[in-house]
């Protein structure tokens, strides 16, 4: 069981910048292949970024190549820096946890956390 908790989102001006970080409590998490994903209203959620567990692979949604980088550290945390954000970019948030690599299914993900609120006005 992996629970997953969200933080870090918040009101941010077209062209700025957020961090998103996600702790989780399992002690397997090391275990896990590690995503984010995101959900607009009216849309479905979508994949933004993952990362492998030894965070020595890292792929990630086209809309957000080059502007948005996942990293995850050995205190079970994982991020979501987001650079050069917009008005599409907002969303909440998912942090996900998976025992697939290179996942970018919503189905491939087991466990999730509650998300948390990113919107960028123009």
């Known amino acids: 069981q992996v629970q997953l908790v969200e933080s870090g989102g918040g009101l941010v001006q077209a062209g700025g910048s957020l961090r998103l970080s996600c702790a989780a409590s399992?002690?397997?998490?090391?275990?896990?292949?590690m995503g984010w994903f995101r959900q607009a209203p009216g849309k479905e959620r979508e994949f933004v970024a993952g990362?492998?567990?030894?965070?020595?692979?890292t792929w990630s949604a086209d809309s957000v190549k080059g502007r948005f980088t996942i990293s995850r550290d050995n205190a079970k945390m994982v991020y979501l820096q987001m650079n050069s954000l917009k008005p599409e970019d907002t969303a909440v948030y998912y942090c996900?946890?998976?025992?697939?690599?290179?996942?970018?299914?919503?189905?491939?993900?087991?466990?999730w956390g509650q998300g948390t609120q990113v919107t960028v006005s123009s």
């Open positions: 990362i492998s567990m030894s965070a020595s692979n």
């Open positions: 399992a002690r397997t998490f090391g275990r896990y292949h």
């Open positions: 996900a946890a998976s025992n697939r690599a290179q996942a970018m299914d919503v189905r491939d993900y087991d466990y």
